[in-house]
């Protein structure tokens, strides 16, 4: 053991001047809180929503940000795609410091970055039809010309292969399908040839049949464009199809990250070991076992547990150690990172 | 011999009435269910999984054209009772049921305790101190604490929510309990939680259960018997056993490779187009449109071919 292994943090300013130049999406040491007040005035503490998270993206490249509701991931999203300001720490995006950009600057990157959302019904606007939907985006970031809005319109339905396109422009939302509203709300994502796209559990509304082939399609318009895609979920069976790394969060941490094999054929984790066990496949025999799942819920994140935060629920803790100190962010193997003190 | 099914339906069928014609959303369902046994349905959303379990429970809307069909509850058929006699001998009574995102099902100005207790105060007459008792020993069943008895429904999280109303269905201790959607809005850890505690119940009690989802992979969770629903029919009724290692029906066969698995390595598919609309279905086989297999004879309505205790509506197996 050595000493550095022992220190809470690893130092994120180096880790910034080597990887400024490859990758796309640098976080470091991110944190997101928010102020609870008493009285609209008395401050009374704050939501821990996410604490200390920092990751690379690289172009192109796929991860997945797995975790419970109330984990944090979607804080975490929302501030990577700038809707939120982080209480401390950096996102930086294509060499630009997110924090630093003012109004014209931090509406160009919003061009850059295109957001799925979960619910694609309540993503769009009732009373617009389609081709007003997807102009929306154009007419903001101020394409003027109607033929060239017309144009990359029919491009990107094309794209989400919702052919023939005449046929759907003139639709509104309430007149498609759960999978046709939904590549509607992937088409608008796209419509500004974004770098990277946020994906919030784009297809957990969706009907099996259509789940896949949703996925495909972003898999698909991934390799096409280099995109880089940022997969939020809380369903781990549909990651392996989609993401090169996985990203465990728990309680507005990362517990454990690691390349998607390794960690589903290979948890170190108790949590990430807990999550794998309740994802069941298609078996008659789960009916005859009972699963061996951590009971409890997740921490309050306004006082989050000292030490490590799922030390409450463990089954593996460790007395005296787990419950007072944190877990420092370990490499017990090739490409898989926990935080852990099983593995020290 | 012919031994008695706890319930027994036969050729149920709901159709609603709507401006542009009958929407046929339940045809002549047939399945049986015997005591301690789960049935699940799986389907589609709009394939008419949810209507059936209105129709067991006749929780109907306005615009119903057309209810025919009987149903046999322990020999009894229950189809011909008058509203009343339906109310107070069987719905709660004999068959409950958890509505779909019970998490919202729950009435938001009573104390969750207090709406446990309803069932056995309307059906039983119990009065309120032996009511507090037996919505203590049901809190505890379910796995929530005895001091939630006073919260409102707001106070709790979701996965206790969907407790409370597991507790509401089990306070009469009904034959039957019908589960819509349980668990599709819980996470991971919850859900897995939820089906342990459902998996123990029906250890524990004789209940039976139908469970309607349309997550094949935690169906397994509770199935002995699976019934696939496609445009308001039941196309295979098969033992779990057999239906997750090897469907028979066509559409089953697709349903089961579009499921994600997170062991073994194969690749999922889908199945193209969307089922059809179910007001003027297709005549002969209503999956023949999107069936890989699809041959002359589908277009003629195919009949349910028996084989051990499975069951498949397919003219690939005549």
Redesign the interface.
Known sequence: MTLSENEKTTPVTSMRDIKDQTSLLSVQDLRVWFELRKFGFAHIGNVHAVDGVSFELGFGESIAIVGESGCGKSSLMKTILGLNKPTGGRIWFDKMDLSTLKAKELKEYRSKVGFVQQDPYGALPPFLSVKGILEEPLIVHGVKSKEERLHRTTKALEEVKMTPVNEFLGKFPHMLSGGQQQRVVIARAMIMNPKLLVADEPVSMLDASVRVEVLKLLRNLQEQHNLAVIYVTHDLSTVRYFSERIFVMYAGQVVEKGKVDRLVNNPLHPYTEALLEATSDPDAENAKVMKKIPSGEPPSLIRPPSGCRFHPRCPKIIMGKCNIEEPPELNPAEGQYVSCWLYE | MKEEKLLDVQKLRLYFRTTKGNVQAVDDVDFQLETNQ?IVIVG??GCGKSSMAKAILRLLPKNVSEYSGKVFLSGREIMGLNDEDFRKLVRWVKISMVPQAAMNALNPVLRVGDQVAEPLMVHFGTDRKDVLNQTQTLFQRV?VPVDFINRYAFEL???MRQRVALAMSLSTSPDVIILDEPTSAL???????I??LL??IKRDTNTSFILIT???????????RVAVMYAGQIVELS???V???EPHHPYSV???S???????NE?????IG?PPSLINPPKGCRFADRCPKRFARCSEEPPTIKFGNNLVKCWLYV
């Not at chain 2, 579009?258 to 073994?264: A, E, T």
């Not at chain 2, 690749?267 to 199945?271: R, V």
């Open positions: 789960a589609e959303s796995g999280s979701g996965g996470d991971v850890l919850t859900q897995s939680n089906f342990n998996k123990e349309h997550d094949i992979a935690t169906s397994s969770e509770l199935a002995d033992d779990a056993d239906f997750f290692k697709k349903l089961m579009s499921v994600p698995k997170l062991r073994g690749e999922p598919d889908f199945i969307r």
